[in-house]
């Protein structure tokens, strides 16, 4: 717990640094571009699908008396947005995160080891093609658990347990990789990865946590059409920012653990030398 604490602290004097500000512009602006393309030629086809689909299947009438027991018959004109929006956040999840894993983790990895760990060997275990295929099969599987427990959100403690801990697997699966692959081999990832997996899932939970708040933004342009533009845009840069973090806060931690790796193998392996001397 101490480590992940002491790259907490770090990973905040870093994300201070003018640098690490200014990295979150690039990602920023390539999500907006898309995501403004996007939003733009599909919300609102996606929205009246949605719409006709409940009207369909009568939903609407089974929703009025699930609202009515929890006494949220307020949010029932805007809850086909709602789940349309709750739909697409995955996605806008993923262009983030691959944004962030491909542009900036290499500007994160350079600036925390020149800076922390100059004399730290690179070995070059990951590749820019290990990097888009685990951040692509791990959001699969993020995205599944994610509509599949989608309508257990609606229970408010539920809420802040599931949506934390699908953030914290993904961020740790897609963070710790990026973090290692410039300066572990292959083996040392593993390595790393067993020794380490509950202090690395503890802090993706955490970064999931801190997505809450850009979740809650892109969600609330649901309930304002004027307003749905600049709140859109605020959680994309929210996104980034808790990712660029998250990155800072994953590369201190795996780049010390690595250091902690190596001198114990080789510990291990000066220890036979010194009883044949003996």
Not at 98 to 105: E, P, R
Not at 227 to 252: D, K, N, R, T
Request: proline share 5%; hydrophobic share 60%; glycine share 6%.
């Amino acid at each position: 717990m101490r480590a992940v604490l002491v790259a907490f602290g770090r990973a905040v004097l870093s994300q201070l640094h003018y640098k690490m500000l200014l990295l979150t512009v690039l990602p920023f602006a390539l999500s907006i571009l898309i995501w403004g393309v996007i939003l733009w030629l599909g919300l609102q086809p996606t929205i009246d699908w949605l719409h006709a689909l409940f009207v369909d299947n009568g939903w609407f009438a089974a929703m009025d008396g699930i609202l009515g027991w929890l006494d949220l018959d307020a949010i029932k004109t805007v809850v086909v947005p709602l789940i349309a929006m709750w739909v697409l956040l995955p996605l806008m999840i993923l262009t983030a995160l691959i944004f962030v894993g491909t542009l900036a983790m290499p500007v994160i990895v350079k600036h925390v080891s020149q800076r922390q760990y100059p004399e730290l060997e690179a070995r070059k275990g990951g590749t820019l093609f290990g990097t888009l295929w685990i951040s692509t099969y791990s959001f699969v599987i993020f995205a599944v658990l994610w509509i599949v427990t989608l309508p257990l959100t609606v229970i408010p403690p539920l809420t802040f347990v599931i949506q934390p801990l699908l953030w914290g697997w993904l961020t740790y699966r897609v963070m710790a990789y990026d973090a290692l692959a410039e300066h572990a081999s292959a083996q040392e990832f593993k390595e790393i990865m067993r020794i380490h997996r509950w202090p690395l899932l503890l802090i993706g939970a955490i970064a999931g946590a801190m997505g809450a708040a850009p979740t809650l933004l892109w969600l609330g342009g649901a309930l304002s059409v004027i307003f749905f533009p600049i709140l859109a845009a605020g959680a994309i840069w929210l996104y980034v920012l808790v990712f660029v973090f998250s990155g800072l806060w994953f590369e201190h931690y795996c780049l010390e653990a690595l250091v902690q790796v190596r001198q114990s193998t080789a510990g291990r392996a000066i220890a036979p030398q010194f009883k044949d001397i003996n």
